[in-house]
């Protein structure tokens, strides 16, 4: 029985969601206690007991303990079973979070799997749904799996009420991955997505993206205002998107009640402009959520800026379960080189 202290390092939800894919991966079973400790509401909320019980019901596991605001329980994985699923959160609650808890171990299994998943598709602290689809589902599909998906509905906080599913074809094993180099910039494109909302707001946001990264006015950029009716309740989503030749990345700001317009473009720019700076093909987000595939598949490296708590977080859980060395090495610059050898 491995034992987690859930406060340890970014002390949040990633900590419980790598513990149950590589569980189930493993089949070792873990307590994890002082879960979520170090966040304004400790405990499991509705999308980590989701992830939970997504985790219980394709690994046939026994969960002992785990419960709304719960800090502390027992996980027992059984054998992954492929198959047809439904996750709904029930509130807001990141959904692209959940099915990142639930294909490791299901883009390695014998056969097939169909998901659907309800809740939110574009959150605050969550990837939100065009960066798994843009950024990291096509590096996963370039390591030997296939993974599509489809938006059905947009959901926003606080009703939620997203919807999308998503089919794992899996790979068997999972071929190694370099990503140490950028490549050329081909195209830079923002989209201002304003859903039951005025499309002001957007022409107010792709204005500060222009005027802070100079985007429109190149051949390859694209500044666009999306307007929809797709979802329950209004929302405004910024995305930043930089194609380079070996990959995607995305920079995305949501927008808040009472936050301005101009306020969410500016913190999506200032990411995006942090990640040109740099240098290097991986940005903050993408170097944790790299960690998993990049170790089940028993090697690859790429490069990134400094590593984040949630990065050196994730390598340690990841420590836990699997017989992997991980090294994370400044090679210059403000540029990290993060290796894993099986």
Same mark, same amino acid.
């Given at each position: 029985? +491995?034992?987690?202290?859930?406060?340890?390092?970014?002390?949040?939800? !990633?900590? #419980?969601?790598?513990?149950?894919?590589?569980?189930?991966?493993?089949?070792?079973?873990?307590?994890?206690?002082?879960?979520?400790?170090?966040?304004?509401?400790?405990?499991? !909320?509705?999308?980590?007991?989701?992830?939970?019980?997504?985790?219980?019901?394709?690994?046939?596991? !026994?969960?002992? *303990?785990?419960?709304?605001?719960?800090?502390?329980?027992?996980?027992?994985?059984?054998?992954?079973?492929?198959?047809?699923?439904?996750?709904? +959160? *029930?509130?807001?609650?990141?959904?692209t979070l959940v099915l990142q808890t639930i294909l490791p171990p299901l883009m390695?299994?014998?056969?097939?799997?169909?998901?659907?998943?309800?809740?939110?598709?574009?959150?605050?602290?969550?990837?939100?749904?065009?960066?798994?689809?843009?950024?990291?589902?096509?590096?996963?599909?370039?390591?030997? %799996?296939?993974?599509?998906?489809?938006?059905?509905?947009?959901?926003?906080?606080? $009703?939620?009420?997203?919807?999308?599913?998503?089919?794992?074809? $899996?790979?068997?094993?999972?071929?190694?991955?370099?990503?140490?180099?950028?490549?050329?910039?081909? %195209?830079?494109?923002?989209?201002?997505?304003?859903?039951?909302?005025?499309?002001?707001?957007?022409?107010?946001?792709?204005?500060?993206?222009?005027?802070?990264?100079?985007?429109?006015?190149?051949?390859?950029?694209?500044?666009?205002?999306?307007?929809?009716?797709? &979802?329950?309740?209004?929302?405004?989503?910024?995305?930043?998107?930089?194609?380079?030749?070996?990959?995607?990345?995305?920079?995305?700001?949501?927008?808040?009640?009472?936050?301005?317009?101009?306020?969410?473009?500016?913190?999506?720019?200032?990411?995006?402009?942090?990640?040109?700076?740099?240098?290097?093909?991986?940005?903050?987000?993408?170097?944790?959520?790299?960690? +998993?595939?990049? &170790?089940?598949?028993?090697? *690859?490296?790429?490069?990134?800026?400094? $590593?984040?708590?949630?990065?050196?977080?994730?390598?340690?859980? #990841?420590?836990?379960?699997?017989?992997?060395?991980?090294?994370?090495?400044?090679?210059? *610059?403000?540029?990290?080189? +993060?290796? #894993?050898?099986?």
């Amino acid at each position: 029985m +491995i034992t987690i202290d859930g406060s340890h390092g970014e002390g949040g939800g !990633q900590i #419980i969601r790598t513990s149950l894919a590589l569980s189930l991966i493993t089949g070792k079973p873990f307590r994890i206690y002082n879960v979520r400790a170090r966040r304004e509401k400790p405990g499991l !909320q509705r999308q980590h007991l989701t992830a939970v019980r997504a985790a219980a019901a394709v690994g046939g596991a !026994q969960v002992e *303990g785990a419960g709304l605001g719960a800090t502390a329980f027992t996980f027992h994985p059984g054998a992954v079973t492929p198959g047809d699923y439904a996750f709904p +959160i *029930g509130t807001a609650g990141s959904a692209t979070l959940v099915l990142q808890t639930i294909l490791p171990p299901l883009m390695i299994a014998p056969a097939p799997s169909t998901l659907v998943f309800e809740g939110g598709t574009h959150n605050v602290h969550a990837p939100p749904y065009e960066f798994i689809v843009k950024t990291f589902l096509p590096l996963v599909n370039r390591m030997g %799996a296939r993974v599509t998906t489809e938006l059905v509905r947009y959901g926003f906080y606080p $009703p939620g009420g997203g919807r999308f599913h998503a089919r794992v074809e $899996p790979a068997g094993t999972l071929r190694p991955l370099d990503l140490l180099t950028r490549g050329e910039i081909r %195209a830079r494109r923002a989209r201002a997505l304003v859903v039951k909302l005025p499309p002001a707001i957007g022409e107010r946001e792709l204005a500060v993206v222009s005027e802070q990264l100079g985007w429109g006015a190149r051949a390859g950029d694209e500044l666009r205002v999306e307007t929809s009716q797709n &979802a329950s309740s209004p929302g405004n989503v910024l995305t930043l998107e930089i194609e380079s030749e070996h990959l995607t990345e995305v920079f995305t700001g949501v927008g808040e009640r009472g936050v301005r317009a101009e306020t969410v473009a500016e913190r999506a720019a200032g990411e995006a402009r942090a990640y040109l700076d740099t240098g290097a093909p991986v940005g903050e987000h993408l170097a944790d959520q790299l960690l +998993i595939p990049f &170790a089940l598949a028993g090697g *690859g490296s790429y490069a990134t800026g400094q $590593p984040s708590l949630h990065t050196t977080t994730n390598i340690e859980v #990841i420590k836990m379960f699997l017989d992997v060395r991980i090294t994370a090495k400044r090679t210059g *610059g403000c540029v990290w080189k +993060i290796e #894993i050898f099986g």
